[in-house]
């Protein structure tokens, strides 16, 4: 039970703080509207970073149906036990989008563009290519996989390996989210763009299922790639 609450709650502080910023970025009248990409990588960065830090000896912290599938694809986490965590982590998403949009409620109503709207719960690409799109996603999960498994695996002071992964996916977001703005998780994506479809929000069009497929499939097998791949180079 401790590590289902940790995977909920260590979720909800990824997305709340993570969409947060989104929304704090592109939504009309807020504090920090047009503040940018890196504002926007860097505050995802530490979404992912404080969570891991707290709920890393409570569940492992996965916050991420692409790292916990990955991580039994080598035999580094019991099958049994993944229904459960990927069940926590779409609970947790979609409890943390509703509480962005609670936080940010003036300004749903205040904002007319329908991209900004989807765009703080869940991820687009700058240019619809399915293959394309289906290739960013699985080359950044890939190396957020590979990363997390590199990085755990060193000897380092505890909590030092959260901060790592969040410098990880702060690369990750520069380098490689130009495209289609980094899922990398599908939790992440899913839960969030269920909210947006649910919640009533005047002005937020449709919550493009079309391309919904490409941030849940890619992720996780790009997630089983880079953990096959990590390995086989290292043999653990």
């Known amino acids: 039970m401790s590590a289902f609450l940790g995977e909920i709650i260590g979720t909800l502080f990824l997305v709340l703080l993570g969409n947060g910023v989104v929304a704090n970025v592109v939504l009309n009248k807020t504090k920090g509207n047009s503040s940018g990409w890196m504002v926007i990588t860097t505050g995802w960065a530490f979404a992912v970073a404080i969570p891991a830090f707290i709920f890393g000896s409570v569940s492992g912290a996965h916050l991420n149906p692409a790292v916990t599938v990955g991580l039994a694809s080598i035999g580094k986490f019991p099958w049994a036990d993944v229904p459960m965590y990927i069940l926590a982590q779409f609970i947790g998403a979609m ?10 409620l003036p300004h749903w109503e205040n904002t007319e563009d329908q991209g900004a709207i989807l765009g703080s719960f869940a991820t687009g690409p700058a240019i619809k290519h399915t293959v394309g799109n289906f290739l960013a996603e699985f ?53 969030p763009r269920i909210v947006h479809a649910i919640l009533p929000i005047k002005t937020k069009g449709d919550s493009d299922w ?24 290292f043999g653990i």
């Open 139 to 191: 080359i950044g999960t890939c190396v957020l996989v590979f990363g997390i498994l590199g990085i755990v695996n060193q000897k380092m002071a505890p909590g030092l390996g959260a901060l790592v992964i969040g410098g990880l996916v702060w690369a990750i977001g520069l380098s490689l989210g130009g495209n289609s703005g980094y899922a990398i998780n599908p939790a992440r994506d899913l839960g």
């Open 210 to 233: 079309g391309y919904a497929w490409i941030p849940v499939v890619a992720p996780i097998v790009g997630g089983v790639f880079g953990a096959i791949l990590f390995k086989a180079t």
């Open 95 to 104: 409890l943390g989008a509703v509480l962005v949009w609670l936080t940010y």
